[in-house]
């Protein structure tokens, strides 16, 4: 089992960055996907971000492609959500998930089975 704390959140101006972190416990981190999914007011649950268990393959939605960027580090169990040129329109929760099949890309949030308890993003305009 896994247990995900996510830190990092808070608010920032309209083109400004923040880094979010997922501090993981449990031995088996290094053999999981990890994934960001991220939640606005009034709207569903949105896939954001992938990273395979080994950190080689990143799959990105859309909307943040060449703004974010998922890393790893599986020495320290901490998975990395690196967000640049932050739009009012990334206002949310932020929800780092892990994912038991360490490849492939899986944006359904059924797919993960542990969830952090989500960290605020504000972006002012």
């Known amino acids: 089992q896994v247990q995900l704390v996510e830190s990092g959140g808070g608010f920032v101006q309209a083109g400004g960055s923040l880094r979010l972190s997922c501090a993981a416990s449990?031995?088996?981190?290094?053999?999981?996907?990890m994934g960001w999914f991220r939640q606005a007011p009034g709207k569903e649950r949105e896939f954001v971000a992938r990273?395979?268990?080994?950190?080689?393959?990143?799959y990105y939605a859309d909307s943040v492609k060449g703004r974010f960027l998922i890393l790893r580090d599986n020495a320290k169990s901490v998975v990395y959500l690196q967000m640049n040129s932050l739009k009012p329109e990334d206002t949310a929760v932020y929800y780092c998930?892990?994912?038991?099949?360490?490849?492939?890309?899986?944006?359904?949030?059924?797919?993960?089975?542990?969830w952090g308890q989500g960290t605020q993003v504000t972006v002012s305009s």
């Open positions: 990273i395979s268990w080994s950190g080689d393959m990143t």
């Open positions: 449990g031995r088996t981190f290094s053999t999981y996907a």
């Open positions: 998930a892990a994912d038991e099949y360490g490849m492939g890309y899986r944006t359904r949030i059924d797919r993960y089975a542990y």
